[in-house]
């Protein structure tokens, strides 16, 4: 049985093959072929919104796909953009919010948004990035968390952002040894822990990165070989990584300084 960091490692050796070979799937193939025919013609939010396929390409591409039913909340995310340091997506605690914005400016760039590479190329490959995720969490969540916490983690600047996302969290509880038991606890507490326990700096560098994603691999092996755990609950209930509204409007508010 091929373990959690072998399989990480036979994917990450040679990730430009393993992307081009999901991109080749049929599904993927087609839904991508879609979305760079139809997003450059896209000129307001109304109709990117109207566009259901556009719109889930858009938000499975950066890992939030399971908050695609809460419209309201993403239009005013993108409504607000990210210039003003008062914008919804700045005062968010997970990063992924504003790099959806990024990749789809429309607050800054109006009708010229999505002609941007990165708001086509860009997407593209944000998406087949979070593909090859889920495939390889077909197999074994554990790959799947690492190739998330690899790509993700050198945008973490506070314990919040760990907290905020529980695909981060999970990985670095893991790595940490912490018990599970610790993700009830206190938010300040745990932020202030995390912080302490990491140089969050250390994960830009691509040779700490790795090393503390090897530590996880090797301790996810350990602590979910039982048949009887279910590791995809860290993902929710759809494709995508699991995000708690309330828990991210909650830490939202702590990072604003209110309660």
């Known amino acids: 049985m091929t373990t959690t960091y072998t399989s990480y490692k036979l994917i990450t050796a040679d990730i430009t093959s393993s992307l081009e070979r999901v991109s080749e799937q049929p599904v993927v193939a ?16 109304d109709e990117f919104f109207a566009d259901s396929r556009l719109y889930d390409y858009a938000m499975k591409a950066h890992g939030i796909e399971d908050m695609a039913y809460a419209k309201a909340f993403m239009r005013k995310v993108l409504t607000e953009g990210i210039d003003s340091e008062d914008a919804f997506a700045n005062k968010l ?26 708001a086509q190329k ?21 790959v799947r968390l690492a190739l998330y916490f690899e790509r993700m983690a050198p945008l ?13 969290a999970q990985v670095v509880r893991t790595a940490l040894q912490l018990p599970e038991e610790f993700a009830a606890a206190d938010v300040d507490r745990q932020a202030e822990a995390y912080e302490e326990a990491i140089d969050l ?6 040779v700490k990165l790795a090393a503390f994603v090897d530590r996880f691999t090797a301790l ?6 039982s048949d009887s ?22 830490i939202n508010n702590l990072k604003l300084g209110g309660r």
């Not at 996810?220 to 070989?225: A, G, L, M, R, V």
């Open 220 to 225: 996810w092996e350990i602590n979910n070989s």
């Open 30 to 45: 087609r839904e991508t072929e879609y979305y760079l025919s139809r997003i450059g013609s896209i000129k307001t939010l």
């Open 156 to 168: 973490i600047t506070s314990g919040y952002e760990i907290i905020a996302d529980e695909a981060l």
């Open 93 to 118: 605690a997970d990063s992924r919010y504003k790099a959806l914005v990024e990749s789809l400016n429309f607050a800054r760039h109006g009708d010229t948004a999505t002609s941007f590479e990165r």
């Open 229 to 250: 755990y279910d590791p995809l609950a860290v993902f929710g209930s759809s494709s995508g990584y699991g995000i708690s509204p309330d828990l991210l409007l909650s």
């Open 122 to 142: 860009g997407v593209v490959d944000k998406y087949t990035h979070q593909t090859l995720e889920q495939n390889a969490g077909e197999e074994n969540t554990g």
């Open 201 to 206: 700096k250390d994960f830009q560098d691509p």
